[in-house]
Structure formats: structure tokens, C-alpha cells
């Protein structure tokens, strides 16, 4: 079954960031038995402004996959900026990485 997921204009970004990122990696397309074009079509599948953004089936694994690791990656770079007295930009951080965990669970 198809998974739709609501995206602003910054997680719609961070979700192309990472995903493109797989696109990159033999070893990643590997463990979720995808191909660049797979990865290219749900790249391109990716409201630009934000919106719904549906999954088809056969990407969840790999979507779901990335953007839970993207979430422990966004909660450090939070602590680093919180460890550089940008607290700001450690609380919008940890905001996103936060929501990002709720989301692709």
C-alpha cells in the first residue's frame, strides 16, 4: 500500500537532500533492491514547495529507512550547534529531526 506523508518546503528539501544521497550509494540501492531510476523517481515524486508527497510501496522501506537515519543525523547536528551557543538553530534542528521521527515510523 501506497504512504503519504504532509511536507513543508523544508522537509521536502532535507527528504531530496538524503535521498539523493542514496541515489550515490551501490551498497544502499543494494540492501533495499533499488536502482538509480527507482531512486530518481521518487526524487522527482517530491513536492518541490511542499505537499502531499505519496510513497509507492516498493520505496517505503527505503524512504522510511533513510529518513528515520536522517533523524539521528539532524539530532546531532542540533547538539553541535547547541554545543556552538546557536541555540536557535539547535531548537530548529531538533524540531525537525523530531518531526521526522514521528512521521516515517
Same mark, same amino acid.
Given at each position: 500500500?501506497?504512504?503519504?506523508?504532509?511536507?513543508?518546503?523544508?522537509?521536502?528539501? #532535507?527528504?531530496?537532500?538524503?535521498?539523493?544521497?542514496?541515489?550515490?550509494?551501490?551498497?544502499?540501492?543494494?540492501?533495499?533492491?533499488?536502482?538509480?531510476?527507482?531512486? *530518481?523517481?521518487?526524487?522527482?515524486?517530491?513536492?518541490?514547495? *511542499? *505537499?502531499?508527497?505519496?510513497?509507492?510501496?516498493?520505496?517505503?522501506?527505503?524512504?522510511?529507512?533513510?529518513?528515520?537515519?536522517?533523524?539521528?543525523?539532524? =539530532?546531532?547536528?542540533?547538539?553541535?550547534? =547547541?554545543?556552538?551557543?546557536?541555540?536557535?538553530?539547535?531548537?530548529?534542528?531538533?524540531?525537525?529531526? #523530531?518531526?521526522?521521527?514521528?512521521?516515517?515510523?
Amino acid at each position: 500500500m501506497n504512504k503519504s506523508f504532509a511536507l513543508d518546503s523544508s522537509d521536502a528539501q #532535507e527528504v531530496r537532500h538524503k535521498l539523493a544521497i542514496l541515489r550515490d550509494e551501490s551498497d544502499l540501492l543494494d540492501y533495499y533492491g533499488l536502482t538509480e531510476a527507482q531512486v *530518481g523517481e521518487i526524487l522527482a515524486s517530491i513536492p518541490t514547495e *511542499g *505537499g502531499e508527497w505519496t510513497v509507492p510501496e516498493w520505496a517505503r522501506k527505503a524512504v522510511v529507512g533513510e529518513m528515520r537515519d536522517h533523524s539521528v543525523i539532524l =539530532r546531532d547536528i542540533a547538539d553541535d550547534a =547547541r554545543n556552538a551557543n546557536d541555540i536557535k538553530e539547535s531548537k530548529r534542528i531538533n524540531r525537525q529531526s #523530531e518531526k521526522f521521527k514521528k512521521m516515517f515510523i
